[in-house]
């Protein structure tokens, strides 16, 4: 009884001082692979992120192919970021600056339809251009660079993602 009380204390303190941090959802575009999955058509990106202090923000995505065949690719991707102009939030509430950039590391795996292969990829991801933030309320993502390791091919890839829009919760 004791250890199920302990527990519950501890995650209602994690939930609560989570609750305090910036997070939201996000959609975007992902620009296709020629050599990750099928490498054709257009795809999209949504999903959620979590900043849990100044200078590191999680994401996690489903990406999605709609064209030609919609679920041709299916994939997962998790970054971490870090913003190189200035942090994602001050602790004190006070305004950040509009413009900001971020430089992420991360994983994206799935499935090729098309193929009929799984899909495993480091990827090392860059984004020059967001503008807003939590203070905002909504961030927009421009000219997103992805460069993708696949593991199973041991073979090199580059993704583009022309636009991104994030609202905080």
């Known amino acids: 009884m004791k250890k199920s009380m ?28 020629r050599t990750v ?7 999209v990106s949504g999903g959620a992120f979590i900043a849990p202090t100044p200078h590191l923000e999680i994401e996690l995505n489903a990406i999605v192919g709609l064209t030609p065949r ?7 991707s998790l970054f971490i970021s870090y913003p190189f102009a200035g942090p994602l939030y001050h602790n004190g509430g006070e305004g950040t600056l509009y413009y900001n950039g971020l430089v992420a590391l991360g994983y994206l795996g799935g499935w090729d339809h098309r193929n009929e292969q799984a899909v495993h990829a480091l990827a090392l991801r ?7 933030g939590s203070y905002y309320g909504r961030r927009e993502r421009a000219l997103s660079f992805t460069v993708l390791y696949d593991v199973v091919d041991n073979s090199w890839a580059v993704s583009w993602s022309l636009l991104g829009f994030d609202i905080y919760l």
């Open 70 to 76: 919609f679920g041709q690719d299916l994939f997962g």
């Open 126 to 132: 860059i984004i020059p251009f967001t503008l807003g």
């Open 6 to 33: 302990m527990l519950a204390v501890l995650l209602t303190v994690a939930v609560t001082s989570l609750m305090a941090v910036p997070m939201g959802i996000t959609l975007s575009t992902w620009g296709a692979s």
């Open 37 to 43: 999955g099928s490498g054709q058509g257009i795809h």
